[in-house]
């Protein structure tokens, strides 16, 4: 009888050291997946869901995309990329558009015709966005200063942008749109992104 005691008492021991060890191997997994995921998805990428219809026809509501949150801090920003940046009349709110002008250039819209003026030139260069469905035929002139940018929706009459709150300071540009991931038959990478776009044609 003192035998058979003497075994139980031998096996609760085991029993409890299997149940730590398999708590301490969970939670080193946990710890090694939060070193891992975490700089991720604080530094490097980060989900997005596009809200509202300012970038239709290149994006849509409800669209999920990863936003690439690195690039630019090895280069800047280029005309064309499509952006995510905190809105800079209340930061705690992101929002999606297109960069259309560059630090120290000037921005002109005629009849919605958008045109800018480089920094190293004295003439206006028209801009071929032949992704654009809805134009506008709003006017304006725009200078932008150091580390400025002039960003503009694709759905122009249907966008709060540059036009309407002023050039977005480069400091709330969060990143670049990286990755479509649904819906599946529009997954792509740098969706909606396209090369210099300036045509030939400009006006002194």
């Known amino acids: 009888m003192q035998d058979e005691m003497e075994k139980r008492a031998s096996i609760t021991p085991k029993n ?16 090694l997946a939060l070193v891992i995921v975490l700089p991720i998805r604080l530094f490097i990428v980060n ?20 936003v690439d949150q690195i690039s630019y801090r090895f280069n800047a920003p280029e005309r064309g990329d499509v952006i995510i940046f905190r809105y ?20 002109e819209i005629k009849n919605g015709i958008v045109s800018v003026e480089r920094a190293d030139e004295k003439k206006f260069t028209a801009l071929t966005e032949n992704y654009i469905k809805n134009k506008s035929s709003d006017n304006g002139n725009y200078t932008l200063g150091e580390g400025e940018y002039f960003v ?6 249907s966008s709060s942008d540059s036009r309407v709150w002023g050039a977005l ?34 006006h002194q």
């Open 88 to 107: 800079p009349k209340d930061t705690s709110k992101f929002f999606i558009k297109r960069i259309v002008g560059l630090p120290g250039e000037k921005v």
């Open 169 to 202: 300071d480069r400091k709330l540009i969060v990143g670049r749109a990286l990755l479509r991931l649904f819906p599946m038959t529009e997954a792509s990478i740098f969706p909606g992104n396209v090369n210099v776009y300036q045509s030939t044609n400009g």
């Open 47 to 66: 989900p997005f869901i596009v809200s509202g219809a300012s970038m239709v026809p290149t994006f849509h509501n409800g669209e999920y995309l990863i």
């Open 16 to 31: 409890f050291q299997g149940e730590k060890h398999w708590f301490r191997e969970t939670l080193e997994l946990v710890i």
């Open 152 to 157: 503009m929706g694709d759905n122009r009459i």
